[in-house]
């Protein structure tokens, strides 16, 4: 059975950093692309980052990019996303999700964490 759960949401305050993680099991991860998406309130959920778990090839959304890097660790099957620089428009649900590789990075999602609430307050 594969599981996904993210962990390392919280309350932060503007300009703060945090770090998230996410361990897989259940699957071969140099299968996969790992990936980080957000979901605000009344928002579509958007990727913001992804890694191919095999190459280390990374992705990243313009509204990130310079203040989030996505890493890995492969001994222990676990996902990070450093976040940097925070900002109140960071707030949102983060999850987790393990994507077939596509030329777009984390594309084509076959699993899905619960997610992880980060606020940002101003």
């Known amino acids: 059975q594969v599981q996904v759960v993210e962990s390392g949401g919280g309350l932060v305050q503007a300009g703060g950093s945090l770090r998230l993680s996410c361990t897989a099991s259940?699957?071969?991860?140099?299968?996969?692309?790992m990936g980080w998406f957000r979901q605000a309130p009344g928002k579509e959920r958007e990727g913001i980052s992804c890694?191919?778990?095999?190459?280390?090839?990374?992705y990243y959304a313009a509204s990130v990019k310079g203040r989030f890097t996505i890493s890995r660790e492969n001994a222990k099957n676990t996902l990070y996303l450093q976040m940097n620089s925070l900002k109140p428009e960071d707030t949102a649900m983060y999850y987790c999700a393990a994507s077939l590789p596509t030329v777009t990075g984390c594309t084509s999602v076959d699993y899905w964490g619960k997610g992880t609430l980060v606020t940002i307050s101003s």
């Open positions: 259940g699957l071969t991860l140099d299968d996969y692309a």
């Open positions: 890694i191919v778990w095999s190459s280390g090839r990374t």
